[in-house]
């Protein structure tokens, strides 16, 4: 069965200081990556996804980037942190469902545990 | 306009009282639709996947309204464990994209 890993799950960081956070899945192969994140209260807004190593789609420019060094791996990083990258960071893969005669439905995301960042 | 629009909430129900939340999308062309449950301080997870006949899963009812572009959720003989943040999920095939609603809050009462 297929399971997603991310770490650290909470972590206290000054403002200034660089971040990064990991995310690994196992069981599956080449899955489509997604990093959302959830500030306080709020909805989930995603960050970046990824379909293949190396390719990495942004989908809000700010000061965080992601990587893809392996098929199973997703990093989140900073070089500078913010007091506003404050939030609920999510790791995410998706499934897809094979529907027949070739055709594929987009099947739900899979979540990972998430990782709680605090700017101070 | 956002991609999915949700009623905040909060509901504040009895247990065993049936309780349904919509949910709106904005691209006619959205293909694929969720209903996810996310509690307190832990990360969403899958609640039902909606499909256009209608599907049930146990007390749990959701439909889709291609139409009008809507999705329902309906929680019948709602129970404290019911309670939690329940977001309506739309998604494309070929876009890579997932667009979440901002979430219900629903609050069963004893």
């Known amino acids: 069965s297929q399971t997603i890993h991310q770490w650290p799950a909470t972590l206290v960081q000054p403002v200034g200081s660089p971040l990064s956070l990991e995310c690994t899945v196992e069981?599956?192969?080449?899955?489509?990556l997604y990093w959302y994140r959830q500030a306080a209260g709020r909805g989930l807004q995603l960050l970046f996804y990824?379909?293949?190593?190396?390719?990495i789609s942004s989908e809000v420019p700010q000061n965080l980037s992601a990587s893809r060094p392996q098929d199973r791996q997703f990093i989140l990083s900073s070089k500078k942190l913010l007091l506003s990258d404050s939030g609920f960071y999510l790791c995410?893969?998706?499934?897809?469902?094979?529907?027949?005669?070739?055709?594929?439905?987009?099947?739900?995301?899979?979540f990972g545990e998430g990782s709680r960042l605090t700017v101070l | 306009r956002k991609e999915v629009e949700q009623d905040p909430g909060p509901f504040n129900v009895p247990e065993g009282a049936t309780v349904a939340f919509n949910c709106t999308y904005s691209?006619?062309?959205?293909?694929?639709f969720f209903w996810y449950r996310q509690d307190c301080r832990k990360e969403p997870k899958l609640l039902m996947s909606?499909?256009?006949s209608g599907n049930e899963d146990g007390r749990f009812t959701a439909q889709l309204n291609r139409a009008s572009q809507y999705i329902s959720l309906l929680i019948r003989d709602s129970k404290l464990s019911d309670s939690a943040t329940y977001l309506c999920?739309?998604?494309?095939?070929?876009?890579?994209?997932?667009?979440f609603g901002s979430g219900t809050k629903l609050n069963v009462k004893p």
């Open positions: 995410a893969w998706r499934t897809d469902i094979e529907k027949g005669r070739g055709g594929w439905d987009t099947g739900e995301l899979f």
């Open positions: 069981g599956t192969s080449n899955p489509n």
């Open positions: 990824s379909v293949g190593i190396g390719q």
């Open positions: 691209n006619s062309a959205s293909q694929s």
């Open positions: 909606v499909y256009s």
């Open positions: 999920v739309v998604s494309s095939w070929g876009f890579n994209k997932f667009y």
